[in-house]
């Protein structure tokens, strides 16, 4: 058996914050989830529908891995990525700093690994890695998916191997703090000024507010966009607030982190910010709701107030970031 020496297991509410977690503590970082989440610039939104899926997808949160990516930049850590075709070399450059003593994290998607409670394709899921035998792969994941847990080498080659949307080839990576690194706290403001940047001017019209204006244009048409709406409907508002796709779980943490912040810095602006945050997080509860109670009762009228929740959201998100940019 090898594993990782000075692990802390501490489950968290989103998959890539939990991973970053451990792998942070392990080098003397111990930051809270809403700090984690927050430093990376974690925030986002996008509507995404195109004739190849069966159903639009609704993203809260930046893609997958840009949250490490960013934090690591932040705060000026050295971020090891290797990925690979070969699951023999894959398992070399997750197996090798294990044997070091030092945690790993891995991108691979979540259906094939065996404690997941839900069976869904999802190829962006994180974990962190801190040891294994020789039928078992030892892993941190989320609190709801049971935080430190097992899987046999079997089903993690599976889902490291699986290629799709949102996969990454065998991705892994390791996290190493200089001597002296960056202040977390002092890097609080150029981490909020880039996220309301990215989220005030997206490229596109799926993104950011404007994506969440989308939504709201789109969601009252969902009864006829799906082929089954007592399944497709009740499905998107169970992802938007248990998997926090584009719903209440992102804006809660990033609430959190704005408390986190206005205790540490005296700002007006960073204080409203916070306070319409505060406002946004549970509309997108009420968003979701409604779009669960459409599908399981046919009523379009239900469709048409989620799309004036998500306008009203739209409206408050844009008019905190507008606040935020100007710390």
């Not at 839900?118 to 989320?142: I, R």
């Amino acid at each position: 058996m090898a594993m990782a020496k000075d692990i802390e297991v501490r489950g968290m509410q989103h998959c890539e914050t939990t991973a970053l977690g451990v792998l942070l503590r392990h080098e003397g970082f111990d930051l809270s989830e809403p700090m984690l989440f927050g430093l990376g610039s974690g925030l986002s939104f996008v509507y995404w529908d195109t004739r190849s899926m069966d159903f639009p997808f609704l993203g809260g949160r930046v893609k997958p891995f840009e949250l490490t990516r960013n934090l690591t930049a932040l705060l000026g850590l050295e971020l090891r990525v290797a990925e690979t075709t070969s699951p023999r070399k894959a398992w070399q450059n997750v197996a090798a700093p294990i044997d070091e003593g030092r945690p790993a994290g891995l991108q691979l998607d979540s259906y094939h690994l065996d404690y997941f409670t839900t069976k869904v394709h999802f190829g962006g899921h994180v974990v962190a890695m801190y040891g294994y035998d020789e039928q078992d792969a030892y892993l941190v994941d989320t609190d709801p998916q049971g935080g430190a847990v097992k899987t046999s080498l079997a089903s993690l080659a599976r889902a490291r191997a699986e290629r799709g949307p949102m996969t990454a080839k065998h991705r892994s990576f390791t996290i190493t703090a200089p001597t002296s690194p960056a202040s977390p706290t002092d890097r609080i403001v150029p981490a909020i000024r880039s996220c309301a940047e990215a989220f005030l001017n997206p490229p596109i019209a799926n993104l950011g507010h404007r994506g969440i204006e989308k939504a709201a244009e789109r969601v009252p048409g969902w009864l006829q966009r799906s082929a089954d709406p007592r399944h497709d409907l009740p499905r998107a508002a169970a992802l938007m607030e248990k998997a926090g796709t584009g719903g209440a779980l992102f804006r809660n943490l990033y609430r959190d982190f704005l408390a986190e912040a206005a205790q540490l810095i005296d700002n007006s602006h960073l204080r409203t910010g916070h306070r319409l945050y505060t406002e946004a997080a549970p509309l997108w509860t009420q968003a979701a709701a409604l779009i669960a109670t459409a599908g399981e009762s046919g009523d379009a009228q239900d469709l048409a107030l989620a799309g004036s929740v998500l306008h009203d959201l739209s409206r408050i998100e844009r008019d905190a970031m507008r606040a935020l940019s100007k710390l």
